[in-house]
T-cell receptor, first 115, second 109 residues
Framework: GAGVSQSPSNKVTEKGKDVELRCDPI?????LYWYRQSLGQGLEFLIY????????KSGLPSDRFSAERTGGSVSTLTIQRTQQEDSAVYLC?????????????FGPGTRLTVT | KNEVEQSPQNLTAQEGEFITINCSYS?????LHWLQQHPGGGIVSLFM???GKKKHGRLIATINIQEKHSSLHITASHPRDSAVYIC???????????FGQGTRLTINP
């Protein structure tokens, strides 16, 4: 695949359950980002991975949210004990970080609905 | 106050009109993205620019670093241009994007 892929595309879960969202970045891209788009809230940054550096977790809204990136490629965003306010579209993006500035390429997103 | 402000929030125009969407930001940046999001669709990066002007087809993006302002122009607008256009800034020394609230553009035939 040439682009960023995410799975599942849609997820409906009950309040209190844990969910895992997956992101496959573009091959060779060293940086991976998670963003969230809530209804009426616009897009917001969640977490950023770059190579082997410690991730920038400054955007995670609570300790129920965590993310990991295995082998410098695939990433999983985990939300524990989901709440209704977690309902949003979760977007992943990747880019190649080197000299200069590189564009971020976005995946199609995972629409999470917490009932 | 959002660090990135877009105007207008909503814009409706007739096919063929020249469209301008504005973006202002409050802190120093290393680059600015213009993104396009179709209803139910993903996000596509239209431009990334740090100075001057870029053109791609009917789309033109400009940025004035001193005034902390960018504009996205669409010439000869078409109904397929209907989408939400989002301005996002990359702060100096950081890699995370800060997003504007978006401009919903509707082009009527």
């Amino acid at each position: 695949g040439a682009g960023v892929s995410q799975s599942p595309s849609n997820k409906v879960t009950e309040k209190g359950k844990d969910v895992e969202l997956r992101c496959d970045p573009i091959s060779g891209h060293t940086a991976l980002y998670w963003y969230r788009q809530s209804l009426g809230q616009g897009l917001e940054f969640l977490i950023y991975f770059q190579g082997n550096s410690a991730p920038d977790k400054s955007g995670l809204p609570s300790d129920r949210f965590s993310a990991e990136r295995t082998g410098g490629s695939v990433s999983t965003l985990t939300i524990q004990r989901t709440q209704q306010e977690d309902s949003a579209v979760y977007l992943c993006a990747s880019s190649f970080i080197g000299r200069g500035l590189y564009e971020q390429y976005f995946g199609p997103g995972t629409r999470l609905t917490v009932t | 106050k959002n660090e990135v402000e877009q105007s207008p929030q909503n814009l409706t125009a007739q096919e063929g009109e020249f469209i301008t969407i504005n973006c202002s930001y409050s802190v120093g940046i290393s680059a600015l993205h213009w993104l396009q999001q179709h209803p139910g669709g993903g996000i596509v990066s239209l431009f990334m620019l740090s100075s001057g002007k870029k053109k791609h087809g009917r789309l033109i993006a400009t940025i004035n670093i001193q005034e902390k302002h960018s504009s996205l122009h669409i010439t000869a607008s078409h109904p397929r241009d209907s989408a939400v256009y989002i301005c996002a800034t990359l702060h100096q020394g950081a890699q995370k994007l800060v997003f504007g609230q978006g401009t919903r553009l509707t082009i009527n035939p």
